[in-house]
Every structure is written in C-alpha cells, then in structure tokens.
C-alpha cells in the first residue's frame, strides 16, 4: 500500500461518473484524491487525460493512479507512452489485484460501459491496498521472479534490445516454484 495513501485520478467523458463514485469512495477510506479532471466540462480526451495521468508517475508524484476511460483500453495505452508507468486494465477484482501483485503495476485502468460503481469501487481498493507480491508469500519465488519481469520492463531499451539481436541485455534469473495448492487467483 502507499505508505501517504494518496492516490492520482482521472477520466474523460466517458468515464467521468465511474471515476467520481470511485473517488468518493476511496477518499470515505482515507485516501487523499487527487483529480486532474474534478469538472465535466472540457474534458481532454481520454489519451490525453493518460498522458496527463502517466506524467504524476514518472514525475513521482504519486505512486499509484486511477484512470476511467469507456473501456479502459485507449487511457491505458496512452499512459503507457510514458515513462516508468505500468498500466494495467481490469475488468474482475482478482484481475486488478493481481496487476499490483504480480505485475506491480502502478496504474490501473478501468472502463465504465462495462464496470458498474461498486465493482470499480471493490477493484480501486484491491489494487491500491496491494503490492509486488501480495498473497503471494507462499509461492516459492513468486517474488523474485516477478520482480525479474518488473525490472527488465523498466529499464527495457528497445534500441539496445535490438542491437543485441533482439535479446534481452544481461537478463537477470529467478525460479518460479511450484504453485501452492489451493491458492486462488
Ligand atoms: O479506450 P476506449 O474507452 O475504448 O475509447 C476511448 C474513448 O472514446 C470514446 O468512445 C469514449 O470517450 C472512450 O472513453
């Protein structure tokens, strides 16, 4: 979780009425929202409000943002375009947990043609309260191994990927162990 409990949102037309439930929501929870887009007048467009969203990340901001588009899709692959996000579209609150878990995704996308108020509501919290590996503990090198996954996306460099024939530069490793039984996504 972030250690401040603050949290950057935002939205376009479509997704304006999702997000202002979700806001209101996680501020009755004590998060400190902060939304780049509080009027529904004037509303950028939903890559724009991405870029916008993606920007607090890399600039460090916040930790996590919050992002509401239609369906999600065009919001998060805008905020993508910056540096240091990693976005993620949920549409379940298993999928939107397992973003932060295992992903360690620091923005969430979420679109209001198909999320109704309480199931964003329920996916904002389980992504915001969780973090690399959450739930997880159990899994012999579930951590390590994702983290792996984190950090090469991070320092990804496409122009030296591909001078090194199209290959990841220095690859780091970790084994993924057996998956406990029982353990529910
Ligand atoms: O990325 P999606 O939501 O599919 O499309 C982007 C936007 O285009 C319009 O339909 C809506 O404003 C929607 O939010």
Sequence with gaps: MSAEKQVVVG?????FPLKSAVADHLRERGWEVVDITPSDEN????HRVGFRLGAELAEGNFAKALAFCGTGMGIHIAASKVPHVHAAVAESVPAALRAAAANNAN????????IGAPLGMAMADAFLEAELGSGYENWPGFYEYHHIGYLECENF??????????????????????QPIGLAY
């Design 107 to 114: 923005l969430l996308a979420m679109g209001a043609f198909y």
């Design 43 to 46: 509303l950028p467009m939903y």
């Design 157 to 178: 460099d496409y122009e030296a990927y591909k001078a090194n024939n199209f290959e990841v530069v220095d690859p780091m490793e970790a084994t993924l162990g057996d």
């Design 11 to 15: 939205a376009d037309f479509a997704g």
